[in-house]
């Protein structure tokens, strides 16, 4: 009940296009859902995050869409460039306590 | 600068070595944790500290124990390092009061168990 799932496992587009990177969680009690981003030999950082009474949140090129009863969440990067190539992992919690991540996108934007 | 800082940053041991990783943070954040990341199994929480002396186990806890005497920081204590604990460790920390969860984390730790 505590997994989150993730796809796809690595995942290639040309510049400009649109990367989607799919997550899946069980445990209802869920209530913050973070995608983080993290570069080789650096730590995750934050790139986006959404609670569940939204169904959508954008910021700059990307985007969370959220859809409660299917208790699947996804990100969307627009306009993709070579610069976002990165492993992204999406993360489930209850109310910043317990953190539950996936197992990562690996995300080549090829130039 | 606002960061996490841990130590050592590489550390290659012997089982059964008693170790620390350390791990500070100068937010002031009330929230702080331990992550292992493993290839193909993303970050596994190890422990979290809601506040000072306040710690709860994660999903991977065996084998760890931690401690959150002072705000800032919050070591990692390997009491009996085996080769299944080789892994890259995170340390992270967040504000956490108002809802406000956004993680920090640190530059991470390699540890190898021979």
């Known amino acids: 009940q505590q997994q989150v799932k993730q796809s796809p496992q690595s995942l290639i587009v040309q510049k400009g296009g649109i990367s989607i990177i799919n997550c899946a969680y069980e445990?209802?009690?869920?209530?913050?859902f973070p995608w983080y981003q993290q570069f080789p030999g650096k730590g995750p950082a934050l790139l986006i995050a959404?609670?569940?009474?939204?169904s959508e949140k954008k910021e700059g090129r990307f985007t969370i869409s959220f859809n409660k009863s299917a208790k699947q969440f996804s990100l969307h990067i627009m306009d993709s460039q070579p610069g976002d190539s990165a492993t992204y992992f999406c993360?489930?919690?209850?109310?910043?306590?317990?953190?539950?991540f996936g197992p990562g996108t690996r995300l080549s934007v090829l130039p | 600068e606002a960061q996490v800082t841990q130590n050592p940053r590489y550390l290659i041991t012997v089982t059964g070595k008693k170790l620390t990783v350390t791990c500070s943070q100068n937010?002031?954040?009330?929230?702080m944790s331990w992550y292992r990341q493993d290839p193909g199994l993303g970050l596994r929480q190890i422990y979290y500290?809601?506040?000072?002396?306040?710690?709860d186990k994660g999903d991977v806890p065996e084998g760890y124990k931690v401690s959150r005497k002072e705000k800032r920081n919050f070591p990692l204590i390997l009491e009996s390092p085996s080769p299944n604990q080789t892994s890259l460790y995170f340390c992270?920390?967040?504000?956490?009061?108002?809802?406000?969860?956004?993680?920090?984390f640190g530059p991470g730790t390699r540890l190898t168990v021979t």
């Open positions: 959404i609670r569940p009474d939204v």
């Open positions: 992270a920390s967040s504000l956490s009061i108002g809802g406000s969860y956004e993680q920090y």
């Open positions: 993360a489930a919690s209850n109310y910043g306590q317990n953190f539950v």
């Open positions: 937010m002031n954040h009330e929230y």
């Open positions: 500290s809601m506040n000072v002396e306040v710690t």
């Open positions: 445990n209802t009690a869920f209530d913050y």
